[in-house]
């Protein structure tokens, strides 16, 4: 094996070994202040709007997989490069390692609500990756009998190493899932809801079309939280202040106490492409949020309500909405069961009609009354809109785009949505052919999506399928295509079949 491969190799396990350790570290100093994890949140906060548009485009849910994936192949790249300039100069390979801490610990110091805590992991990883490098370089060097025996004891160290560090960032994010928040949320029991929610009418539910109430599981996720806040409920407060009469704070066992209704919201994000499954319908446990705004009395010119994650993450919802008599709630559960941890637990806001980027804040510990020409909640200065109203749109489930059918009847099925509106028609088109009514089911609210039925007699050949929908306000959606941002997708899902 070259001597520069093995020196590039070496610095690879010595930035994993640091990696490894900063994870475990990082369960008692806080989970945002694991390198990877803190670098990747500066990157999160920072990137342009295109970028993030583009990455959830491609990768979906999946986004922070990604991210986290591409900083640790930049890293290791960059860790093979100080590998081999170790062979070179040592101070150098020094100086690369203490610039791969520093900007660790930059990163996680600098975390909303860190403190100079926050930047032990990356300084002791760096320590450690120095020591490690240094280690595995003299073992590469050591004179032995034969090349190959040199080789396997090289390998030999440096995959102990690995298995080290490995060991160590499993063992980190086991005990960050171990902790307080996890054994609070699996030991709740729910209070009962005072006002249960209707029932849903067995035909609400088409064939073709994705289920009506989305099951958790597949509940989609989209947010700014590379590693999952993790909020003890025993810690938990939430204050609501700012431009009010009356501050106030409640705990969580005060919030256990109060009212609470359950109630069916379809939640959507902005970032939904058309034809996109960034939404879903879920049954919702809460408290009226407008009865805790009503507490609190608000000033007549605080029409923004902020709110604050524990993570420092914002969005600023017009105050009327939440006030103005929809169920906008604050949820602690979700289809039966208390939140999900990656879904807000212990308490997030659900609010109908609404994209989730100026609504849906998890995991939330504040709520700061004030103005829309004051503060500019976290998306605002990244180019979206202050304030966004979901739009009118329709999907078609089945037939899937591409799909192969034979001549005859094909039932076309799938959802439109235009919450706390309501949806009162669907059209399909086949081809430039005429728009034919379909046929609606049944929904517990106008707060959730609609699914709907057509019947088309194909004939041979291949045919686009197109879906617009009009909402009770008499609003028909529009076809101009339009990107996500600033506040929302436009046009209609349009799908192609092959038929013969």
Not at 164 to 190: C, D, F, K, M, P
Not at 250 to 255: G, Q, R
Not at 282 to 291: D, F, M, R, S
Not at 373 to 385: L, N
Request: proline residues 6%; contains cysteine; neutral net charge.
């Amino acid at each position: 094996m070259r001597t520069s491969i093995r020196a590039g190799l070496a610095g690879v396990a010595a930035a994993a070994a640091a990696l490894g350790v900063a994870e475990l570290l990082a369960v008692v100093a806080g989970a945002r202040s694991a390198p990877l994890v803190a670098v990747g949140g500066v990157v999160v906060d920072h990137v342009p709007a295109a970028v993030k548009d583009f990455a959830i485009a491609v990768f979906g849910t999946h986004d922070k997989t990604a991210l986290l994936s591409g900083t640790a192949i930049l890293l290791a790249l960059y860790a093979y490069g100080v590998g081999v300039l170790a062979t070179r100069s040592w101070p150098l390979a020094g100086a690369g390692i203490a610039l791969f801490g520093a900007i660790g610990a930059a990163a996680a110091t600098t975390r909303p609500n860190a403190g100079v805590g926050a930047a032990i992991p990356s300084l002791l990883g760096a320590a450690l990756a120095f020591l490690v490098l240094r280690h595995l370089l003299r073992v590469g060097a050591r004179p032995a009998v034969t090349e190959a025996e040199s080789r396997r004891a090289f390998l030999k160290q440096a995959g102990i190493v690995a298995a080290v560090a490995a060991g160590g960032g499993v063992a980190g994010r086991w005990l960050a899932s171990r902790g307080a928040a996890t054994t609070a949320r699996n030991e709740l029991q729910l209070p009962a809801a005072s006002g249960p929610a209707p029932v849903v009418p067995a035909a609400a539910q088409v064939d073709g079309a994705v289920p009506y109430v989305t099951p958790t599981r597949d509940f989609y996720r989209i947010d700014t939280a590379l590693i999952t806040p993790r909020v003890d409920p025993a810690n938990w407060t939430l204050k609501i202040h700012g431009m009010v009469r009356n501050p106030i704070t409640i705990t969580w066992a005060e919030l256990l106490r109060r009212p609470m209704v359950e109630r069916y919201v379809t939640i959507a994000c902005v970032s939904n492409e058309v034809g996109g499954d960034l939404i879903g319908n879920a049954l919702w446990l809460g408290t009226p949020i407008k009865a805790l705004l009503d507490e609190a009395d608000p000033l007549p010119e605080a029409d923004q309500a902020v709110q604050r994650s524990a993570d420092g993450w914002t969005c600023g919802t017009p105050t009327a909405v939440l006030r103005d008599g929809r169920d906008a709630l604050l949820a602690i559960g979700m289809n039966g069961e208390a939140l999900p941890v990656e879904h807000g637990f212990p308490a997030r806001m659900i609010v109908p009609g609404l994209y989730g980027y100026v609504s849906a804040c998890k995991w939330i510990t504040e709520i700061e009354l004030t103005r829309f020409s004051d503060f500019d909640a976290y998306w605002v200065p990244r180019g979206w809109s202050a304030q966004g109203p979901i739009k009118t749109e329709s999907r078609i489930d089945s037939p899937r785009d591409g799909a192969s059918k034979k001549p005859g009847p094909i039932v076309v099925a799938g959802v439109a949505w235009a919450q706390h509106r309501g949806i009162a028609k669907v059209e399909v088109q086949v081809d430039d052919g005429p728009w034919e009514t379909a046929t609606l089911a049944p929904v517990v609210s106008d707060d959730t999506w609609r699914q709907w039925t057509h019947t088309w007699t194909a004939t041979s050949g291949d045919h686009a399928l197109r879906v617009r929908a009009t909402d009770l306000d008499g609003y028909t959606q529009t076809s101009d295509l339009a990107d996500p941002a600033p506040d929302g997708a436009t046009g209609w899902h349009r799908v192609t079949v092959s038929v013969s």
